[in-house]
């Protein structure tokens, strides 16, 4: 089984809203990734959680906060954001980086559109 | 830092036609590329993992193959349901960070 699964499909929210995105994955997998992506455009990385902790932050504004409850769960908190941040988040897993364990597993996406 | 190119950007066939789609990357120290098919609107969908320079691994009607220098994706006599961007990704280094190519967009008209 090489499920990831994402709630909510779809999001709508306001610029002083404050939201969070889920993702979850049984495969025992211990790497967690966060992506955005915009229409066209192929995925950028955003956050890696390895064993739970946070390993790469892109350089992401604030205003989305990654955390990771434990090895099956990943959030993405969203407070104060702007119409540009629009577009589809993706969470992704691997099992931690050995070869032959690298490929990343994506979920189906949460579709967030910011009024 | 890592560069991947695929061509072309966009790519029509007919029914039954092969084609290859190419991924070309400058990485140090490759670690493993890999190839995703993407449904708009959807999360990208695994297809291959290639790690050494002639492997090859075929799944229906694709088959990916590795170089040195770049990963070819065949696909024999495609049907319409192959429709999609297929993207290519590849890892390098000591990192979790993978580098996406931006994609080949396949049509497959009936």
């Known amino acids: 089984d090489t499920e990831v699964t994402q709630t909510p499909k779809h999001l709508v929210m306001g610029m002083t809203n404050k939201k969070s995105l889920k993702c979850e994955q049984h495969?025992?997998?211990?790497?967690m990734y966060w992506y955005k992506q915009k229409a066209k455009k192929p995925p950028e990385l955003m956050f890696v959680?390895?064993?739970?902790?946070?390993?790469i932050n892109e350089s992401v504004p604030s205003r989305f906060s990654p955390e990771c409850p434990n090895s099956s769960l990943l959030n993405l908190h969203l407070h104060a954001l702007q119409p540009e941040d629009s577009a589809l988040y993706l969470c992704?897993?691997?099992?931690?980086?050995?070869?032959?364990?690298?490929?990343?597993?994506f979920g189906p996406g949460t579709r967030l559109t910011v009024l | 830092e890592d560069q991947v190119t695929q061509s072309p950007e966009a790519l029509r066939l007919q029914e039954g036609e092969s084609s290859s789609l190419n991924c070309s990357y400058t990485?140090?120290?490759?670690?493993?590329l890999f190839w995703y098919r993407q449904d708009p609107g959807k999360g990208p969908e695994f297809l291959f993992t290639?790690?050494?320079a002639g492997e090859e691994k075929e799944k229906e009607r694709l088959k990916a193959t590795l170089t040195k220098k770049e990963s070819f994706l065949h696909i024999t006599a495609p049907k319409p349901e192959d429709s999609a961007t297929y993207l290519c990704?590849?890892?390098?280094?000591?990192?979790?960070?993978?580098?996406f190519g931006t994609g080949t967009k396949l049509q497959v008209i009936p």
């Open positions: 992704a897993s691997s099992q931690e980086g050995r070869r032959g364990a690298d490929t990343q597993y």
């Open positions: 495969m025992g997998h211990r790497a």
């Open positions: 959680y390895s064993y739970e902790k946070l390993s």
């Open positions: 990485v140090s120290g490759l670690r493993g």
């Open positions: 290639l790690y050494s």
């Open positions: 990704a590849v890892l390098s280094g000591g990192y979790q960070k993978v580098t």
